[in-house]
């Protein structure tokens, strides 16, 4: 077929960019950014630019899976004995004990109509409120702080609100990383506004703060207080709006009585910063024309997640910085249609359209509107306490839909086993590989990115409706269909003979009846259509029936969606993070995103260049933390939490202060054995129950795993990867990536106290094809030194290094050239383990800085030493002249590099 294009959009973070699907009808072929959509008129960042590249078909979920007994392995069935089978035992299970039994937890990554389905089919139809998110992870505090302070969850800003502001706050959110092509938006303003301000506030110092002209490293979890204390200045400087307080608001004279007690040195104190500092940043906030703050998971991920929100929006109610361009508290969603969730009522404690799942009149009307009698009473369960149910045998079935739970929730250790438990665990994923999917008793074959139809909500409330451009792999099917074929076979048994409640044919007919339930709510979308969306483009809500226009910003008119209609000042007094830093655990571990990573890699880790700009899971800890433990880059430590532990090499950073450690959120059990998620704690806020995931007490154990082993191969990397990840599972640290960009390999490397058995080296070696054929191999068992290298065509294909492993950057490198020469051979069949003197030694291979272009630091760092700047490297070495996301790191390697030496004269 032709190659032609669909608009889309991405689907990885909030920002919801635009993007075109260029296809011939059966496979998506490239993707560029659709420059009409006005999330980013045409940019894309390094994930979103290359989503072609990623989702390797081979690690795809094809055809329905179903295990019958526990101890058993999962096998190929059709749809209808899958959907047949679970029909059954949910029946049966809400038959025996009861409709809270069972339970759904979702994701901020399905479309509004997957949602919407699933919502229909757990509160209606089962009837129980146990349907949940891994929203609950990421933006329920904001969802309470929106709704506690303004009335109704209604991020009330519009994108546009970066360029024109003249005060900006980026609260707990590396948007560099995170939501990188608002980050080009927010560059470029400030680049043709230097008068602009921007205000960092992060513990770590991210490149985020590349733009920061001021960056306040505050302590973990101390945000509550720092707000405070700026509200504090702002009533003792008269920085306020006392119109709009009187006119629209309510509550401070209660708030005025608490902050009055945090005065600037209590909070400088408090948060670790200088009290010049503080005051710079009130008056800042308290004198700017307009401003604007972003947030996201260092505020939400907290156990005080709620009062951080309300707190920050404290700020916006006393300046009356909100409904005017370039004003207000804007929240940054972290999944594509995390907002999509929260309006189709996909938390517990929610109901579509906005609505309180503990409210009898809206539970009323969301029943008489699907045609039941009543929705249930009893409240449902949030993600941590489902998990916890699971344990305690409540939860017998468990219906799981795009999200990873055993990699992505806190305390791993508890949620494997509490998996484990559940009787029946049913999986709608997209890739077979995941860490939850060896938890399945039935695993569903779901569409992915470019293969369903539907419609998302950005972070500034705009809907945008997702085309499908090629048909899903396999049997795969769209969620929304998944659902509705499994809600109609239940409700066969459950209401037989009345009619269907879920006669759906496709997405739209979803989208038309979700959005009666939003018409005369705050979020109103009756105005919608996807027929509308495709005419005049995505929309941001409200839009009632009868608009001609979305909505840019909301509360321009001081109205809130309060009883009072006033917005409402919150005063939490400042309670600390959950594990402070002691004796027994005196590191606090802060977890977040990486540049070219998507959560748990299910996507991204099919992709070599994925790994280019970081190869594998790194402890950051401040250079002289590691100097005090007498470590050094590349040492492997037990980090030890409560909860778990996991073993890990150290980096020293010094963009992480003394006493604080930085780890990727990314990596689980699959590709690090035992995952970052063994450490975390699931402590949750009282009011979102949204978990602790930004901070656990830890410590550094030193451990003694003498024998190593490096193993790289190219081809078939997937299907190793099934194979070698299981084998490695007895040896104390287990680490896999992928590299190479032309051809992909896979890269495992792995510690233990002593050499295993030989047949596990022996098995590992046959998967490695380095067990026949043209092997070169030395083996020293006495020393307990083994090297294989597999030569094809004067080409190293694989390499296995068993014992000790010092020269595996050489021969990484001599792979990457392609080379395999004499020198490489004589070292081979010599008891040598170091790689040759020439070769100049272990020096790791080179990471890519720029991935759109495959720029690696070396050349940058020689082009600054030759006195390049930005343009000039832009120019010479095309590194950054692309999506931009790597030009935060550049400019702050042109910052820190040193300068040419001056010529004397
Ligand atoms: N590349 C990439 N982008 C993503 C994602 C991804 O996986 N990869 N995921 C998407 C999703 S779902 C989300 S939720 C967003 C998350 O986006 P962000 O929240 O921006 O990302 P994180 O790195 O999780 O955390 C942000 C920052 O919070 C800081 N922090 C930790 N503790 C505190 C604290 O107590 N106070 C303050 N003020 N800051 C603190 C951390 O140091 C970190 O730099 O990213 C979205 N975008
Ligand atoms: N330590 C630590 N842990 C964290 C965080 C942190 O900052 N630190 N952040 C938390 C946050 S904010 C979030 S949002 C979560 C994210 O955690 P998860 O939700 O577990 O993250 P993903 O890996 O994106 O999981 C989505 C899954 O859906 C699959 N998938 C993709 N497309 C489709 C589709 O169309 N249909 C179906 N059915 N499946 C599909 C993917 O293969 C993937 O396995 O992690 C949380 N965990
Ligand atoms: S910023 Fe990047 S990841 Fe986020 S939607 Fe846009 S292209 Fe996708
Ligand atoms: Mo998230």
């Keep these: 077929m032709e190659r032609q294009s669909t608009a889309s959009t991405c ?100 479309l509004t109509e997957d949602y919407y389905a699933f919502n229909k089919l757990a509160r209606a139809l089962v009837g129980t409120h146990n349907i949940d998110s891994n929203s609950r992870l990421c933006m329920s505090s904001a969802v309470v702080g929106y709704k506690r302070s303004l009335g109704a969850d209604a991020p009330p800003c519009n994108y546009e609100d970066l360029e024109q502001s003249d005060c900006v706050m980026i609260v707990g959110s590396n948007m560099a990383y995170a939501h990188p092509v608002l980050f080009r938006r927010l560059e470029q303003a400030k680049s043709q506004r230097p008068a602009m301000k921007v205000i960092v506030i992060d513990p770590r110092r991210t490149d985020t703060c590349d733009l920061a002209d001021l960056h306040l490293a505050i302590l973990p979890g101390t945000d509550v207080a720092l707000f405070h204390g700026i509200l504090h200045l702002l009533l003792w400087e008269d920085w306020i709006d006392r119109d709009f307080i009187q006119a629209h608001t309510e ?50 991920q907290s156990s005080a997640g709620s009062a951080k929100n309300s707190a920050l929006i404290n700020l916006h109610l006393a300046t009356g910085q909100i409904g005017r361009p370039g004003a207000g508290p804007f929240s940054l969603t972290g999944q594509p249609n995390a907002m999509g969730g929260r309006e189709t009522g996909s938390l517990s404690n929610l109901l579509p359209g906005h609505r309180e799942a503990a409210n009898p009149g809206d539970r009323a009307e969301v029943a008489s509107y699907w045609g039941v009698e009543r929705l249930p009473e009893t409240p449902g369960l949030s993600a941590i306490e489902l998990f916890e149910q699971l344990h305690s045998g409540r939860i017998k079935a468990l219906w799981i839909a795009c999200t990873n739970p055993a990699q992505s929730l806190p305390d791993q250790n508890r949620v494997r086993a509490a998996l484990l438990k559940c009787p029946f665990v049913v999986l709608q994923e997209a890739f077979a590989t995941t860490e939850t999917a060896a938890f399945a008793d039935l695993l569903l074959p779901a569409a992915s990115w470019g293969e369903k139809e539907g419609s998302v909500t950005n972070s500034e409330r705009r809907v945008s409706h997702v085309r499908q451009a090629v048909p899903p792999p396999g049997e795969a099917r769209a969620d929304w269909a998944i659902t509705l074929d499994f809600a109609q076979r239940l409700e066969r048994r459950l209401r037989p003979g009345l009619p269907s409640l879920f006669a759906f044919e496709n997405a739209h007919q979803l989208f038309d009846e979700y959005k009666g339930l939003t018409r005369g709510r705050d979020l109103d979308l009756s105005g919608l259509s996807f027929e509308l969306l495709d ?57 977040g995103r990486l540049r070219d990573q998507w959560h748990g890699m299910s996507r991204t880790g099919t992709a070599a260049q994925a790994f280019g700009h970081v190869g594998e899971a790194l402890l950051s800890l401040h250079p002289d933390d590691l100097r005090r433990q007498h470590l050094q880059d590349g040492d492997l430590v037990s980090l030890k939490s409560r909860r778990g532990s996991v073993i890990v090499p150290v980096t020293g950073d010094d963009s992480v202060r003394p006493g604080q ?87 495992i490397r792995a510690a233990h106290l002593q050499a295993p058995e030989s047949q596990l080296l022996a098995a590992i070696d046959q998967h490695l094809g380095l067990d026949a054929g043209p092997v070169l191999a030395y083996d020293d068992p006495r020393r307990a030194i083994g090297k294989r290298v597999r030569i094809e065509q004067e080409r190293i294909t694989a390499i296995r290094l068993a014992g000790e492993t010092l020269a595996r950057h050489w021969l990484q490198q001599l792979w990457l050239e392609g080379r395999a020469d004499e020198q490489l051979r004589r070292w081979l069949l010599a008891p040598l383990s170091t790689p040759p003197q020439a070769s100049g030694l272990g020096e790791p291979a080179d990471r890519t800085l720029c991935n759109c272009k495959n720029v690696g630091y070396r050349a940058v760092q020689a082009g600054i030493a030759a006195g390049l700047d930005l343009g000039q490297l832009r120019q010479q070495l095309g590194c950054g002249s692309q999506c931009g996301s790597c030009v935060p790191e550049i400019k702050r390697l042109l910052a820190t590099t040193a300068q040419p030496l001056a010529i004397p004269v």
């Design 11 to 110: 689907c990885y973070c909030g920002v919801g960019c635009g993007v075109l699907i260029e296809h011939d009808g059966r496979q998506i072929l490239g993707v560029s950014g659709d420059p009409a959509h006005p999330a980013n008129f045409g940019r894309l960042c390094s994930k979103g630019a290359s989503l072609h590249l990623t989702g390797d078909p081979t690690a795809r979920a094809l055809y329905p899976q179903l295990r019958l007994g526990k101890t058993l392995a999962r096998s190929r069935c059709d749809w209808d004995s899958a959907l047949d089978h679970a029909a059954e035992v949910f029946a049966r299970t809400i038959a025996e004990h009861g409709p809270d039994s069972v339970a759904f937890y979702l994701s901020g990554q399905l």
């Design 661 to 747: 450690a930085f780890l990727p959120m990314h990596w689980g059990d699959r590709f690090l054995k035992g995952g970052v998620n063994a450490v975390t704690q699931p402590a949750f806020d009282p009011l979102s129950k949204q978990p602790e995931l930004k901070h656990s007490g830890v410590r550094l154990e030193p451990v003694h795993l003498p024998w190593q082993l490096f193993a790289l191969v190219e081809g078939d990397v997937q299907a190793r990867f099934q194979a070698l990840r299981p084998l490695c599972e007895s040896l104390a640290y287990v680490s896999l990536a992928l590299t190479g960009r032309e051809r992909p390999a896979l890269v």
């Design 251 to 300: 509550g401070l004279a209660e708030l005025k009585a608490l902050v009055r007690d945090y005065t600037p040195a209590l909070v400088a104190q408090l948060c670790g910063i200088g009290i010049e500092q503080l005051q710079q940043c009130a008056q800042w906030i308290g004198t700017a024309p307009s401003f604007l703050s972003l947030w996201c998971m260092g505020l939400n």
């Design 535 to 591: 005419r005049l483009g995505p929309q941001q809500w409200p839009f009632p029936e009868g608009a001609d226009h979305g909505t840019p910003r909301l509360y321009g008119d001081g109205v809130f969606p309060t009883p009072t209609g006033r917005a409402r000042f919150v005063g939490d007094p400042y309670v600390a993070a959950r594990e402070q830093r002691e004796a027994r655990f005196p590191l606090t571990l802060i977890t």
